[in-house]
């Protein structure tokens, strides 16, 4: 029988033990130093000589704790190896036979809001000297919910981190892209843009050169997100730098792959489109390279056209394997509607994209349209056709007209 002064005893240890954890979380200490103050906090005050503390994880519960056993015990415990019969306070685990915990003498599943966060595994000192299960237990959740607040203000931090990474790089995003288009008697342009996310990886640009030449393009960066956004970012600037050289698009091609190739070593890609247009001998030039062919409108003849030739993807090989330049002359006034595959992947509720057809079939019958009024048409049309299914991807439209 226990005497009143071993009562007495025991409480003061755990009083002891409980002011230890309790001061080292209210002085914010790391989840190592947390860990460390529990195990020898139940090892010095209470009636404990083994014990191992496994905390949950997303793939189930991880040992952070691991003291006086001789055993083989895994250092992770899966999700689908535990049955957690609570009901009946049983806790099965179904572990491979090189695994045992029989050297330890009990458990203790923790709990928080009906969610069990922890298995505490132990052993007494002396099993002659009773272990207040109750208190250990209690002492333990006060040691996990803490560790769980600090991982979640942790998680809370870096979501916060990154939103205002996301914003930055939204803002400069929108600084790259031209602020405004022209909209004269001789050139109209217009641009509709929807990033999936706060920054997309699509491109598209309009630089006049001279009175008498503009260049124009559209671009596509695999993947999504702030590291499309800024592989983006990093091609707009050398692309400007190359049309400021007054170099030829085969030789600003090749220069814009190898400077793709040798950031990302083959592991990213961007399709590109880049046209150039002559005002005054209406010729015009571009290259394609792997990119969604833009839709020639030539309004006199009522015809449209595809504008394919080029070359491969950039950033996918050191050196292009082959090159085409594509030149028409084109006398008349004519429009071009350049798009990224978001458009054309646009599903509708059956999850049947939009596709390349239909919106040719759009172009030939609204090309007299100005950029404008062809921009408001064609949303309504994509609006009908997908309803409420959202965007999979960066979706542009970008359409220039020439008089």
Do not use: W
């Amino acid at each position: 029988m226990i005497s009143e002064n071993d009562k007495y005893q025991r409480k003061e240890l755990e009083l002891k033990a409980l002011l230890e954890i309790t001061q080292a979380i209210n002085e914010n200490q790391s989840e190592a130093v947390l860990l460390n103050i529990f195990k020898f906090t139940c090892l010095v005050h209470l009636n404990i000589k083994s014990l191992i503390l496994y905390l949950q994880q997303e793939s189930g519960f991880e040992k952070k704790i691991s003291h006086g056993v001789r055993g083989n015990v895994p250092d992770l415990i899966t999700n689908s190896q535990i049955k957690d019969e609570k009901e009946s306070g049983q806790l099965l685990l179904e572990l491979e036979d090189a695994y045992t915990f029989e050297e330890l003498e009990t458990y203790l599943p923790v709990y928080h809001k009906e969610k069990m966060l922890a298995i505490l595994f132990l052993k007494r000192k002396n099993e002659e000297d009773e272990l207040d299960l109750d208190f250990t237990q209690a002492l333990t959740n006060i040691l996990v919910v803490a560790l769980e607040n600090k991982r979640f203000a942790r998680k809370q931090l870096q979501q916060e981190v990154l939103n205002r990474e996301v914003a930055i790089a939204s803002q400069v995003q929108k600084m790259l892209l031209p602020d405004q288009l022209p909209d004269g008697e001789d050139i109209q342009a217009k641009v509709t843009y929807f990033p999936h996310s706060k920054v997309g990886g699509d491109y598209y640009d309009f630089v006049q050169s001279t009175d008498q030449e503009v260049y124009f393009c559209v671009a596509d960066v695999s993947g999504k997100g702030i590291a499309a956004a800024l592989l983006m970012s990093n091609f707009q600037a050398a692309l400007r730098t190359l049309l400021r050289s007054d170099a030829d698009l085969q030789t600003i091609v090749r220069q814009l792959n190898y400077t793709l190739f040798e950031n990302t070593k083959g592991e990213r890609f961007i399709t590109f489109f880049l046209g150039k247009f002559d005002r005054v001998t209406r010729r015009l030039e571009y290259i394609n390279a792997g990119h969604n062919p833009p839709v020639l409108c030539k309004e006199k003849e009522n015809r449209i056209e595809l504008l394919e030739a080029g070359t491969t993807i950039l950033g996918a090989f050191e050196e292009l394997p082959f090159m085409e330049i594509g030149h028409r002359e084109i006398p008349e006034s004519f429009s071009i509607q350049l798009y990224t595959d978001g458009l054309t992947e646009t599903m509708d509720e059956s999850e049947n994209e939009y596709g390349e057809e239909r919106l040719a079939e759009f172009v030939q019958k609204n090309m007299e349209l100005v950029p404008e009024q062809f921009h408001s048409e064609f949303l309504d049309e994509l609006k009908t056709f997908s309803g409420e299914v959202p965007l999979r991807d960066d979706l542009t439209l970008f359409s220039i007209r020439f008089f």
